[in-house]
């Protein structure tokens, strides 16, 4: 089986290195049995955009006549939007490799050049936690899937942050090879094949810079006082705008509304305390403005995929 990488404008170099690891490794299971390695890697790029050196291979430009069974994009660098810029030269080429039979995965933000080709339109996707925002609102006729940690359809693959790429690779592995190699592989490199989601990696932090004085000022209000106050109205009152008007313009500018988005700011201090302090369950709750025990552990399992022990005992550190 062919496989290319692209070597993107401002590609993650981990993400590229992770692919390699991984099915470098799985052709050496191969060849360890005394069989052929099922994978040929190619390392691709386009003409004009810096490379990275990766020992071992040469990268090559892609050409129309190409064919490749299984192509990966790699994650992008933190100004997402400027690299998709860069990279739209590859649209083209991906549409034509997928009409052409192959499947195309993406790693984590490279789901944003994925959906820039059409690819994704009414299929799931998922990205980075912290990037489904901005994702959704690029993206509307993306299925986004904020918790799935990888998503599957019609040959086209994505998958969340980071770590959940090795989730991706290993039901590749398990496709294009078998369930053997895919939890040989998935030992090897200590990958846990129960995640199935991510939404406990995720940190609610909401751009403020967006050029509504009225809706920062709400912001701002709620950050001061979510603690404390027990209601959005008890919050907001000072704000010099209707609650209509201002709902409105929170949701347009934010994704959310001032509700959800106080439950949000709640659920990120209590996970904080969580994190960073001995503080019991109870303080913990009432710190961060609930009242009662209940709804709280209701809304932060709804919100984060676990409930506050469980959220305590994996980042805490006190299992160390």
């Given amino acids: 089986m062919k496989l290319g990488i692209l070597l993107t404008h401002e590609h993650r170099l ?11 490794t799985a052709n050496r299971f191969y060849v360890e049995e005394g069989k052929l390695p099922p ?15 990766y020992t071992g291979y040469a990268p090559l430009v892609p050409q129309k006549d190409d064919y490749f069974d299984l192509i990966f994009i790699p994650a992008f660098k933190q100004d997402v939007a400027a690299a998709l810029q860069f990279n739209f030269v590859w649209i083209p080429w991906l549409q034509q490799q997928y009409n052409n039979g192959a499947a195309v995965a993406s790693y984590c933000t490279g789901a944003f050049l994925l959906a820039a080709t059409g690819l994704l339109n009414n299929r799931p996707a998922t990205t980075h936690i912290n990037a489904e925002a901005a994702f959704s609102q690029m993206f509307p006729e993306v299925q986004v899937q ?37 939890v040989k592989a998935a030992k090897l490199f200590s990958v846990d094949m129960d995640r199935n989601r991510q939404s406990y990696f995720g940190t609610f932090a909401p751009a403020e810079n967006h050029g509504d004085e009225l809706v920062r000022q709400a912001q701002e209000q709620i950050k001061k006082h979510y603690g404390k106050a027990n209601t959005i109205e008890e919050i907001i009152t000072e704000i010099p705008a209707s609650r209509r008007n201002l709902a409105r313009r929170f949701k347009q500018v934010t994704g959310m509304t001032p509700i959800e988005y106080l439950q949000k700011t709640r659920i990120e201090a209590a996970k904080n305390l969580l994190e960073n302090t001995r503080q019991s369950i109870m303080e913990v709750m009432l710190e961060s403005g609930y009242n009662d025990l209940k709804t709280f552990r209701t809304l932060f399992k709804r919100t984060v995929g676990m409930t506050p022990k469980m959220y305590r005992d994996k980042f805490s550190g006190q299992m160390v």
Avoid: W
């Avoid at 998958?159 to 592995?173: K, R, V």
């Fill in 14 to 24: 981990l993400s590229v290195a992770a692919m390699l690891d991984v099915f470098e």
């Fill in 39 to 53: 994978f040929t890697i190619e390392l691709l790029y386009n003409e004009g955009h810096d490379i990275s050196s």
């Fill in 146 to 182: 904020t918790e799935a940690v990888v998503t599957e359809k019609d040959r086209i693959y994505t998958s969340g942050g980071a770590t959940n790429s090795f989730h991706l690779m290993m039901l590749l592995l398990e496709i294009y090879c078998n369930r053997k190699t895919a």
